[in-house]
């Protein structure tokens, strides 16, 4: 059946580890409808892309957006769609763009999901009104959105921002490959391996970051120390984020007010001992301005003008 693109309208899709969003919305960000599913990678990307077309029928009600916008963890070539085995979704190398442009005869853009948020995050959130931010993911695993002088840094592969592989320890849990990455210390994924690594009798790889956050607000010494190392490792993290690139702001996501505030502020307090601004770094590190809805907002970024800044 032939359906009939929709006046202003577009699409923004918001693709993570653990859930999958499909948002319509207007050239103006304004958010009309969504839907959300498990990605369930472990299903194939064939599965998903399946289902993926499946919600955006029902989402789009008939009327075919303009354009549509991807928000995606990398590695990746943006230029192209291409996913380079992004190991929180164990697809290998795919393309997204070819499928959807197949299936809906509308354009797809894609871009690295924290290169996405930390444009929403410019545009529409904590960080309005500053020319050099960072945003760090804190989903599943842990990337950086880079925004220089306004303008989005990809590097001269399109790798800028992959953080989360930063060695942050000599030796420590391993996570794709890399003993001590800033990344196992400190994604979701990540501390729940630390937790199970530093407290083997006491964690399992099953435990949940989830629960390891509630254990400690129900007083849990074993879970509050987790926290607590975890923060300080983010913050040794942090705190060579600020020296080197100097930002107005570094606005953390997702996990960082969910968290219990330990995990917040040994990362801080760690940061302002390790960072040359020292107390400053207070004010430059901030919780995002769009919480829950960072996802959403970034993907219709990628979907509009604004999108292709940088």
Not at 220 to 233: F, I
Not at 281 to 297: F, H, M, T
Request: proline share 4%; glycine share 14%.
């Amino acid at each position: 059946m032939k359906m009939n693109e929709a006046e202003g309208r577009i699409l923004g899709i918001d693709i993570g580890g653990t859930k999958t969003a499909v948002v319509l919305g207007d050239e103006d960000l304004n958010i009309i409808r969504r839907r959300e599913f498990p990605t369930e990678p472990n299903s194939g990307f064939k599965s998903f892309v399946e289902r993926l077309s499946l919600e955006i029928d029902v989402l789009v009600e008939r009327e075919v957006p303009a354009r549509a916008g991807v928000s995606v963890g990398g590695p990746m070539d943006s230029n192209t769609g291409t996913l380079y085995n992004p190991p929180h979704l164990r697809w290998g190398t795919v393309n997204i763009v070819q499928p959807l442009e197949e299936r809906f005869h509308f354009s797809v853009t894609v871009q690295h999901d924290a290169r996405a948020g930390a444009l929403a995050e410019s545009i529409l959130g904590a960080g309005r009104g500053f020319s050099n931010i960072v945003f760090l993911t804190l989903g599943t695993g842990l990337g950086a959105g880079i925004i220089i002088d306004s303008k989005v840094y990809s590097g001269s592969k399109g790798l800028a921002g992959e953080v989360g592989h930063m060695r942050v320890a000599e030796d420590g849990p391993l996570l794709f490959g890399k003993n001590g990455s800033w990344e196992s210390y400190c994604g979701g994924t990540g501390i729940s391996l630390y937790a199970s690594y530093r407290f083997p009798e006491r964690f399992t790889r099953r435990t949940t970051t989830e629960e390891i956050a509630g254990m400690a607000l129900k007083g849990d010494t074993y879970a509050v120390t987790v926290l607590e190392e975890s923060g300080t490792y983010f913050g040794k993290g942090l705190g060579v984020l600020l020296d080197i690139l100097d930002p107005d702001r570094i606005i953390l996501g997702n996990l960082a007010w969910r968290l219990p505030g330990v995990w917040l502020e040994s990362a801080m307090k760690e940061a302002v001992g390790e960072s040359l601004i020292g107390e400053e770094a207070r004010e430059r590190v901030v919780l995002s301005g769009l919480k829950d809805k960072i996802g959403d907002y970034a993907a219709l970024i990628v979907a509009s003008r604004r999108g292709r800044r940088g």
